[in-house]
């Protein structure tokens, strides 16, 4: 139990020697004198002001009401208010106010006014002894200090005429001639003059550091202002200490040169291999060293080399020795048999890789990790769209009837495609044969420098030089009147320019020649330009194949194994070449491809691989093919040729992945109905019958045999009756067999019975309606792809199993036992959602701020009230006051008048 | 001073101002010919207003008008004051026969009236056949004159508005030559904004198209038809009248006969010999603009059921108002899903109507009460038609076949079966198996495909496009969604997809696209055949076998 409250107080009072003995007379005598009285009597007056309170109990606010169960509640182990003391608040709030508002409130309605802004005027702690002093001090200061860089009046030396940061004064005995490399000191000097400058605006702190600043270095007497002419001394004696310290250090730095210099001749001879004990270590101090120094040092030190020759020369050499790389032990020179093996390995790992690509399988890891991005849609959206998710657009980015190629019930017929030229001549140079020969032998080994075998004949002129030469001389026998160099060329009218005076034969030289003099490794910026050049060149073979005059595939043929090879340097630059293509296709002439983008589509079909389940350009080109053979228009035989092409393309894609291509089975048997001689009375299937605009049916005869298709058919249509029928039976016996070529693709398919039934009963038809009519050249094909189909069909009906597909091993009910938190705290937030939690946790301290702010702006409208009630109150006893005394003086008048009055009666 | 000039010089001067001179004379001559006739028919009209002396004036200022022959270059000026000369005369009660009158005034009033009607003959004449510029002047005057009579000659209602002058207004900005302008402005002046107008112009076309038109009028009833798109509802207050109304009228303050003469002129546009064209536009604009006209709907069944026997994409378009009419109006159509399922034929998945056809089907297949057989018969009948789709229609289909597994699961048979009779196994196992589902079957409900499986959705799984082939894919995973927003998938085209691949224009790669690794020895040509022993075999053999570089 605490002692009562009488005790307590006792006690207290002692503790704070309010009570205490008593003193003597003489000692209180002497505490008058000396004032020490006065001072104690104030410390008691604080103790026991400190007493009262403690021992107020109305000053303490106390919880009345314990919380119940500690651990419901999350403030129960929080004494909310345990110790506060309101009164006190109250007060220093009130303090406050008093400070801020009530001025506020004195000088609303006023305007102008004073502010005091004498140094030390606002701060109670100082004296007005102090203040003065202090004010004393700055002003005198100021004066002592220059004003500004133009102020004549004083004379000192500290202006000085520079250049370029050194001094031009040559009278000073501190003014060596060191200085004039010296970087630091002019640094330095800088700085001072910054500094100087700053000095005129500087207000009350930066004067302060500027005084630190002079200061520095005497600290003895730190009440002593000391007077200008020392100031300068010491600034002057302290930049001689340091301009001795560097001359020092570099002095130090010279010696230590001069003993390396000596050692300069034995490390040439140790690197030139000479002495077998190089030491590696050795080269590698003096850099050491380097990084060691201070930089400006080192600067300083380079600088001062550089002026002489033979160390200019040594530290050449340095750098150079600091970028060789060191011999490496190499490996042992592997047998035949390994490299073989090897290379089987590879090949094997690229094939399995296409695979893994071509089931649409995540590659390894550390490439395809940004797969995921490109594919998963944002789940945050409010709304998901179900179609993204496959990667399809989130709506048509294209309004329908913007194209009229849009419908696919119109279409659009184009007379553009019939071209009459028909002299493409077909002439091969035999002057790049030569090199063709040459490349061959390395293509045999298409290893990992396979980049390097189309180029080969000009090797890196550095390197081989004699080689090279002979090759040139090669070359040059060939074709006289080529150049050696070319330059890179930066877009395909430049191109174009180059290869204007060459020949069509030539190009692939002069490709050649490029790529060789243009070598990555002969410049950090080739591998740029032969990227771009890579672009030029997918541009380039469009280009040709569009021209109307066909260029010789081999020359074809050969500009696509560049690109080809150069795709494996530069696969971004040759893939948005393609993609650039590609869209053009997309957007100008999705329904009529030219002569151009069909040879395009066939390069790009031999250096990407078409067989992946996605990839960034065969992707596209397979939509551009399939769109083109599921839409367009048949209207001459030109028409039918290109579709025929663009159907064997678009089945060559799919030889190895096999994948089903629904526009392909549309489209071939729409041609074979288009060209059987008479028109299919009957629908053979669900595929969509289109006839074509002009008539292209086969007149049957005996006269004509099928030959093999040329590219030509694809633009020109011969006018010679004869020859069109040629042709005819020719698409008609190609698109058979690649019907019979498709049948061999799709045959595991599931749904082959479904796509091939229709086949056969146009094949069949057609055999009926060419039956004994033609060749048999022109017969056979058709009996032979049915003989397949039947034989396919056979063996799909004896695999034919219903569906079993979903056999999944049955989902996990979703569970929803709460998450049980270890040492949960209550006043934690154990919010998941980090972003609600955040808002949560906003909202908390908006409110509490909402609270605070409304919890002083009622106090103060309460404060305003009473500051006002007070000073009415004041107004009115003022006026009370003045009314009393006047009338009090009215009364003293009146009594005065009426006693003179009666004294004037008595008087009478 | 020309006295002074000698004779050859003025000589000269003279023919070469004769020769200068006419053109402007001319024109001043044109100007005062213009100015001169602008005062004599001011003077005609101010004699007609003064006296009935000046009556006779009518019959100069008619023949004025220039159209007797033919009314290609009328007299507008004539043809206003003549307007102004008879609004005066019908405001005045000079056309209105009084039984009391005597009988030279019987005369006059007779021969006013023929007057009138050779003016409004004249009026008639210059909407059909002269400039466009003319035309709406005179349809203007015309409509002048038109309420001037109704609103001066009692009882004219009848006689102007269903038989007499209005109808040969309506038939004149039927037939009017090059009128487009007429009818764009008769349209916009008076039909819309005048709802009498609009009422005896419902009347008025009805009675014009209960006779065989040729498409072309036809084309241009139904633009204005379909002009008039603010249908009345039942509170709507008819207060904006073009003539004074006879009270005692009803039938014009009425939604309902408004809407009766709509329906009317509807029905005799639909009833005539519509092109395959128009009846395309017509089924197309069913729902917003023809059938809210209609009291009863169900008169339109007809045109609907023909439209729909029809076939092909008319079919598609009258499905819609069908559907409409047997919710909401109880319409019996039988063999409906008959119907519905033959129209999945070849050309549907190809058709630009496929999207619109498939929001419908989705409405028409979501009832949960179907039987079972009757899905399946048409997801099977898709499954067929997407082996040969493109693919913005495969992306289409398959989701949609989802939801329909999701909400008839006794179909979902099509996707799993085990056949659980022994006897019946080891036949399979055997000789394999042929689809049960008959293609050839046009009733839904009879074409066994729920004894089918969907092998070519699985075929679809290994589609070209890899959008594609991952949708194909989801009928053979978890059905873990409840159902797919069949609306997402609708609107793709190859333009969309090849868009969605290519990208506008090239952003960065994310990783650098795989590139072959083997160099072809030969792409085009024969190059180097005789090292591999002269068999092509390399990659790319497939192209050189079929064609010849």
Known sequence: MPPSQLKQLKASLRENGVLGPQKSKKEKRQNTKTGVGAKNRNQREVALQAIRDRFNPFEIKTINKSSKFDVTTRDGN???????????????????????????????????????????????????????????????????????????????????????????????????????????????????????????????????????????????????????????????????????????????????????????????EALRGVKPAAKPAKPEAPKQDFSEMNPERAAMLEESQNSKDPEKEYDQRLRQMTFDQRSKPTDRTKTEEEKVEEEAERLKKLENDRLRRMRGEQLTDDEEDNMDEDEIPDDDESEIDDAAHFGLPAYPTETRPELGVEDEDDFIIDEDLVETDSNASLDMGDSDMEEEEEDSSSDESDGPDGEDELINGMTLPTEDSAAASTVAEVSKEANGKLAFTYPCPKDHESFLGITKSVAVEEIPTVIQRIRALHHPRLKPGNKDKLGRFAEILVEHVSYMGNKTEQPPFAILENIIRHIHSLAKTHPLNVTIACRAQLREIGKERPLNLLPGDLILLTGLSTFFPTSDHFHTTATPAHLCLARYLGQCTTTSLADLASGTFAASLSLQYQQVSKRYMPEFVNYTLNALCNLAPTEPAVKFGAFPYRKSQGSVQLAPSKKVTPRKLQFRDVTTTPFDPQAQEELKISLLTTLVSLLGSASDIWAEKSAFTEIFTPVRAVLQYLRQSLKGKVYAAAQEPIQSTLGKIDSHLAQTRLVRRPLFLHDHKPLAIKTAIPKFEENFNPDKHYDPDRERAESNRLKKEFKRERKGAMRELRKDASFVAREQLREKKERDAEYEKKYKRLVAEIQSQEGRAANEYERARGRR | MPALVTDSSSKKRKSGKNASGPSSKRRAVAEDNFAEKLSTIQELENQIAESRKGYNNIATLLSMLNVEQSAENPEMTVAVSLCRVFSRLIAGGNLTESSRAAENEKIIVAWLKERCLDYQNALVAIMREADAASQVAALTLSMRIVKERLAHIPGAENNVWSTGFFKDIFAAIIEADNGQDLQSEAVAKFVKEYEDVRYYTFTQMADYASTTRSPEILEILIKILQTCDEVPGPEHKFENFYAKRDTKNKRLVSANSHRKQAQEAWLAILRNNLSQSQRKSLLRMMVHNIEPWFNRPELLMDFLTDSYNVGGATSLLALSGLFYLIQEKNLDYPQFYTKLYSLLDSELLHSKHRSRFFRLLNTFLSSTHLPSTLVASFIKRLARLALNAPPPAIVVIVPFMYNFFKNHPTTTFMMHRSIRDKDLLAQVE?????????????????????????????????????????????????????????????????????TADLGVEERNLKKIPVVEYQIPKRIFTDRLLEEDGGVDSGPGCFMRNLWEF
């Open chain 1, 78 to 268: 929080t004494t909310a208010g345990g110790g506060a003391r309101p009164g006190v608040t109250k007060s220093l709030g009130e303090e406050r106010r008093r400070a801020t508002l009530l001025k506020e409130m004195n000088s609303r309605n006023k305007v102008g006014g004073l502010v005091d802004r004498r140094f030390g005027e606002n701060d109670p702690t100082m004296t007005p002894e102090e203040r003065a002093a202090e004010r004393f001090a700055r002003e005198s200061q100021r004066k002592m200090r220059k004003e500004s860089m133009f102020n004549l009046e004083d004379d000192d030396d500290e202006m000085q005429l520079t250049h370029m940061g050194q001094s031009l004064s040559f009278d000073g005995p501190n003014q060596d001639d060191f200085e004039a490399g010296d970087l630091e000191d002019a640094e330095s000097d800088e700085e001072t003059s910054r500094k100087r400058k700053r000095i005129p605006d500087g207000d009350e702190d930066q004067d302060q550091d500027q005084e630190d600043f002079i200061d520095y270095g005497d600290e003895e007497q730190p009440g002593r202002k000391k007077t200008k002419a020392e100031v300068m001394k010491e600034v002057i004696a302290k930049s001689k200490f340091y301009k001795a310290e560097r001359q020092q250090a570099k002095d130090d730095d010279e010696d230590l040169r001069e003993e390396l210099d000596k050692e300069l001749p034995d490390l040439f």
């Open chain 2, 430 to 498: 055997k000789e394999g198996m042929d689809d049960p589902f008959d293609p050839n079957e046009s009733d839904p409900n009879m074409t066994n495909a729920i004894e089918s499986s969907l092998w070519e959705i699985v075929t679809l799984q290994s589609h070209f496009h890899p959008n594609v082939a991952s949708i194909a894919r989801i009928i053979s995973e978890q059905f873990t969604k409840q159902a797919y927003s069949l609306e997402d998938f609708l609107d793709h085209t190859y333009a969309g997809m090849v």
